[in-house]
């Protein structure tokens, strides 16, 4: 037998490095008394109400397909939210994919609009799957570095440098994974300007929306002559703490959801009805639950930031989602080296920027979705740590 040939991966495939998160989470498994600052997961449960509308949906025996675009009452809830939420009229009928999870949906627009040598503008640091997703679909990543931008933002200028003929798409992601980091108006117009100027896509991952502190969420297709150039990506995942049920949207132009749906409907077929069932109930019901618990990672990111700060790790407060992302240059360590010195010694998590893109090598993400009693301890383990 020639194993060689016989197990052969893609070329696309074999090159493409494993995601940094799950790396790094490898050498926490097996290690007790552990507090992890890591994984990007809130640390709540669903709250009961939407639990109990999948319970009911089992009960009542919707264990079925449904349609390849998801059930009609789900995608008219979300073209209720969008409407009334972040002021977009989407038709459910053909603007409005139900997908599993945003996860998909980037994978979807990215096999739906690239074709091979086609250039994505991505600016890192950004979530880790982004870079892999052009590449699966033949797409050339555009990397816009934003390391030493303040706030680490993305300006209309650095975007408008990386554009060239090829051009296809630039992704944008805010409130930020990994920095938190998001935007006025002001500065998602001069964004937008350059979006038009040069006829290019944006494919606006806005899956931590319900979690802004300090400015209000502005949607990117909100905004003047922006919903037919932008495909908008949003899920439960985070606000509502829905993780597991892995269910999302895409909302777009006609032609580019429908093609999102052609690949979907060969891969996916539909979102799990359960989980359409429980997204129903969040978008009815959930804002209450979703409010309290932005409440509560804003209480945390104040002290995490300000225990960072103080022990010497320079961070700026993020604007949202639930993470700080800190530099560790002080120490003379870089974020690996922090990482997982900090992880044998003091036995707290944090993933190494690193994992993020390939400037992250003085920083540390670390997700405030924990107690707040494991980020007080997790901050007293930091500052016994840098004061060795
Ligand atoms: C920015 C960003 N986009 C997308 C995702 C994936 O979300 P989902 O659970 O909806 O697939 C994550 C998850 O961490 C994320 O941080």
Not at 183 to 203: F, G, H, P, Q, W
Not at 248 to 273: D, F, N, V
Request: hydrophobic share 40%; glycine share 8%; with cysteine.
């Amino acid at each position: 037998m020639n194993k060689n040939k016989l197990h052969k991966i893609s070329t696309l495939v074999d090159e493409l490095p494993p995601s940094g998160i799950r790396a790094f989470f490898d050498l926490v498994l097996g290690m007790d008394d552990v507090i992890s600052l890591g994984v990007g997961e809130p640390d709540f449960v669903t709250p009961w109400h939407i639990r109990e509308a999948a319970v009911y949906a089992l009960e009542k025996g919707y264990t079925s397909y449904t349609s390849n675009r998801g059930m009609k009452s789900l995608l008219e809830q979300i073209a209720i939210f969008t409407k009334k939420e972040r002021k977009i009229g989407y038709n459910p009928e053909n603007e409005i994919l139900v997908t599993v999870g945003v996860s998909e949906a980037m994978d979807l627009v990215m096999r739906a609009i690239l074709d091979s040598g086609d250039e994505v503008i991505i600016p890192e640091p950004c979530y880790v799957s982004y870079t892999p997703t052009v590449k699966l679909a033949g797409g050339i990543p555009v990397i816009l570095p934003t390391w030493e931008l303040p706030g680490f933002k993305v300006t209309a200028e650095a975007i408008e440098k990386l554009i060239t003929s090829k051009t296809r798409a630039i992704v944008l992601n805010y409130p930020s994974n990994p920095t938190g980091a998001s935007y006025t108006k002001k500065e998602l117009e001069s964004i937008a300007e350059v979006i038009k100027r040069n006829d290019v896509l944006l494919i606006s991952d806005e899956i931590y929306d319900h979690l802004s502190y300090d400015i209000p969420h502005i949607a990117m297709p909100a905004m003047s002559e922006m919903k037919d150039r932008t495909v908008y990506l949003n899920g439960f995942s985070k606000g509502h703490a829905m993780t597991g049920f892995r269910i999302g949207y895409a909302c777009g132009p006609e032609r580019i959801i429908s093609a999102m749906t052609k690949i979907h409907q060969y891969t996916m077929l539909c979102a799990p009805i359960v989980s359409q069932m429980a997204a129903i109930e969040a978008l009815k019901n959930g804002m209450p639950e979703v409010k309290k618990m932005a409440r509560e990672y804003n209480h945390r990111r104040r002290l995490l930031v300000a225990g960072l700060n103080d022990c010497g790790l320079k961070c700026h407060l993020p604007e949202g989602a639930f993470y700080a992302f800190a530099s560790v240059e002080s120490t003379g360590m870089t974020g690996m080296e922090f990482a997982t010195k900090l992880l044998k010694q003091e036995k707290v998590a944090v993933v190494p920027g690193e994992a993020f893109g390939s400037g992250g090598g003085k920083f540390i993400r670390l997700a405030y979705a924990a107690s707040l009693s494991d980020i007080e301890e997790a901050v007293r383990r930091i500052k016994s740590f840098v004061k060795k």
